[in-house]
């Protein structure tokens, strides 16, 4: 709307937590590339909230369709070359992560929102995971 604010269809104000900009920004800054997954059916809504937040352009890669969260990341494996072992995870969804974690992702549970403490914790968990520790 005029205000700055973002509505959906019925009017309620959709907002990000507040984080989540200076999260995107400082995995720019250290040059970490960075993947949307979703598996929401409401494709086109979904990448016209990143663009409306003006996140659009922290993301390598979109991967936004329904189905499993383990499809999302072979496509982003195949995509990017990336391996999984190298990739760190964050959702609020229990199952993802659980899936995911299969794979050999890193996997962070988000309980109240994606943080800057949850960013630093979640790199620190995947540097331990690498370390072997």
């Given at each position: 709307?005029?205000?700055?604010?973002?509505?959906?269809?019925?009017g309620q104000n959709i907002q990000l937590y507040p984080e989540v900009p200076e999260v995107l920004g400082r995995?720019?800054?250290?040059?970490?590339?960075?993947?949307?997954?979703?598996?929401?059916?409401?494709?086109?809504?979904?990448?016209?909230?990143?663009?409306?937040?003006?996140?659009?352009?922290?993301?390598?890669?979109?991967?936004?369709?329904?189905?499993?969260?383990?499809?999302?990341?072979?496509?982003?494996?195949?995509?990017?070359?990336?391996?999984?072992?190298?990739?760190?995870?964050?959702?609020?969804?229990?199952?993802?992560?659980?899936?995911?974690?299969?794979?050999?992702?890193?996997c962070i549970h988000i309980r109240d929102g994606m943080s800057l403490q949850t960013l630093t914790q979640g790199?620190?968990?995947?540097?331990?995971?690498?370390?072997?520790?």
């Amino acid at each position: 709307s005029s205000d700055g604010t973002v509505r959906d269809r019925r009017g309620q104000n959709i907002q990000l937590y507040p984080e989540v900009p200076e999260v995107l920004g400082r995995l720019q800054s250290l040059g970490v590339p960075v993947a949307a997954a979703s598996r929401t059916s409401e494709i086109q809504g979904a990448n016209q909230l990143l663009e409306l937040f003006d996140l659009g352009k922290y993301f390598i890669q979109r991967e936004i369709y329904p189905g499993s969260k383990v499809t999302h990341f072979e496509r982003l494996h195949h995509k990017t070359g990336v391996p999984f072992s190298q990739m760190v995870f964050f959702d609020d969804e229990n199952r993802n992560i659980i899936d995911v974690g299969r794979l050999g992702v890193t996997c962070i549970h988000i309980r109240d929102g994606m943080s800057l403490q949850t960013l630093t914790q979640g790199l620190e968990t995947f540097a331990k995971a690498q370390a072997g520790l």
